[in-house]
């Protein structure tokens, strides 16, 4: 028996984020309708095909799920998000069915560790501009001076799967890690090999990252008085939500020049034309890529899809969102 | 009773080699005739002051100290190398008398490995052109993507301790590391998470980071067919010597573009104005900084006299020179 499976995402999206294993996984265990489309279904024609589907496989683009939709989804046991958040895909009552819901946010937190450690390295280090030096006269020019990542104290704010990528990828630098999260508990920290702290210890220390969700309790949680603890020459990169800072007061902040910034995320998506960050020399622009690399990417259905068919089978899963969780997920 | 200690690096250099704790460290150890010149000394000047000396402190800039030296210096037990290399420092005579030389090149591989970090993420993850691209259109452009480290093959050429650094921080991106060292066996790169490859199989990795000594053997070792193995895509660093690769055909192999490298040595430094490399994207160049961090170069000197007095107390040395592997020495 396969699964009747209903897969959203368009060919170019599955190009990104289904590779050819997950194909073969796919043809393997499931009686799949592709989206033969090259756009993303409308809300009314996921309405039609629901009420077949046992497993339905959603990535970015996918039309919202909603309490409609799940009143005409009887066979439906499984939506698998071959991306992050389900908070905007799926209604938080489709709990009280039957239905579990995947995400694979904890696949993408991997890729946005790599981001950290990266951002925070190119910020040390500098080697572009070394590299342009090398090129504009030749060899050494100026005071440039590397510094070591090895035994700085890292200050993280919320310990979330992002969080944990970043922490694990700082374990060999021997750094201190403080952290704080008011859900986990001293003993949980200790195993993670960080120390539990109050924000505004984290806030004072020389590398500080934010990994907040953007929930309504937490909106412009970083403001005047935390941002002034952080030390002169420090470091705050942001890959979480920028919601979470008090814009105004970070733009006054960092055009001081005193601290240097990594943004991945702004408060407006894509940056106006006359933000102040992009005449800044301390800050470190992306645009909201901290969690998408090739491989990463490649990597999302697949990982989300064999975790679905070992839950399908009676085992743990991994990727599984759990209810409990909704008011606090990202 | 304190050592007679002689302190041959300048006051600019001992700014950059020698702690704050270092000084206290020397104070309360030894009876230290200080380099007062604003130079480094002459041989004539240091052959004048060596007679008296137990312990003597070089570092970058010290005068070689000859064979003629030595005869004169009947008291001295420890020269401590606040640098890396000794070869051109002592003579392998010294060896032959009851004279320590403590080297701080292990000290300095630890910065090596993260410039070699650093160097491989700033490849794979470009994100100072990321920057560039935010600041120039607004937001993303192009078909700029990131790629991850994790899972990658990763080649080494010689188990050196800048390699070893490198590493123990790749550790947590759980990578295949391939190393190929004619000198360790398989049981002690099993210990270092590592597996013994030929050096053919090195160089068809994904990234390969040279870590060569510039020895006569080692001299242009990696030539035309064995670059020709590097995948297409792949990724080469060398933060060793420029002597070890044949420049001609490792010139003619990148101006196809065919794969990215990271360079930090090169057969003349600084480089010639119309050198190949100046012109090429597919480099980043730094001069010769991959040993040089702020923090590491203060670590210099308390890190190799702590180890002197632990040594002159009857511990086993850390960053004694060990005068069995002069001949494969860097």
């Avoid at 396969?2 to 060919?11: C, D, I, M, N, S």
């Avoid at 073969?24 to 095909?49: F, G, M, V, Y």
């Avoid at 939506?79 to 819901?101: M, N, Q, T, Y």
């Amino acid at each position: 028996m396969k699964y009747k499976t209903l897969v959203l995402p368009t060919r170019h999206r599955l190009d990104d984020v289904c590779s050819v294993a997950c194909r073969k996984l796919i043809e393997q265990h499931c009686d799949p309708i592709w989206n033969e489309l090259d756009r993303d279904l409308t809300a009314a024609e996921l309405s039609d095909l629901i009420g077949d589907a046992e497993i339905l496989l959603t990535s970015w683009g996918s039309p919202a799920i909603t309490a409609e939709m799940l009143a005409r989804a009887g066979r439906l046991r499984v939506v698998a998000h071959a991306a992050g958040s389900v908070k905007s895909l799926v209604p938080e009552s489709i709990f009280d069915r039957d239905i579990a819901v995947f995400s694979a946010a904890p696949r993408i937190a991997w890729s946005v560790g790599e981001y950290c450690l990266t951002a925070l390295l190119t910020m040390l280090n500098r080697l572009a501009e070394w590299d342009a030096n090398v090129r504009e006269s030749g060899w050494k020019s100026g005071d440039l001076r590397r510094r070591e990542l090895t035994k700085k104290r890292v200050g993280i704010v919320s310990a979330s799967s992002t969080a944990r990528a970043f922490i694990r990828l700082l374990e060999p630098f021997n750094c201190e890690v403080l952290v704080y999260d008011p859900y986990l508990e001293a003993a949980q920290m200790a195993r993670l090999g960080v120390q539990k702290a109050t924000l505004e210890e984290v806030m004072q220390c020389e590398i500080i990252s934010l990994h907040i969700p953007s929930i309504p309790e937490t909106k412009h949680m970083i403001g005047a008085e935390l941002l002034s603890l952080i030390p002169d020459g420090g470091i705050l990169i942001n890959s979480s939500r920028a919601a979470v800072v008090e814009e105004h007061e970070l733009i006054a902040q960092l055009q001081s020049g005193r601290f240097l910034a990594a943004f991945d995320v702004f408060h407006a998506e894509p940056l106006r034309a006359d933000h102040p960050f992009l005449s800044m020399d301390n800050v470190l622009l992306t645009p909201h890529i901290a969690g998408d690399t090739v491989e990463g990417h490649q990597a999302l259905m697949y990982e989300v899809l064999s975790d679905v068919f070992g839950y399908l089978g009676g085992a743990q899963p991994k990727y599984a969102v759990d209810a409990s969780k909704w008011a606090i997920l990202a």
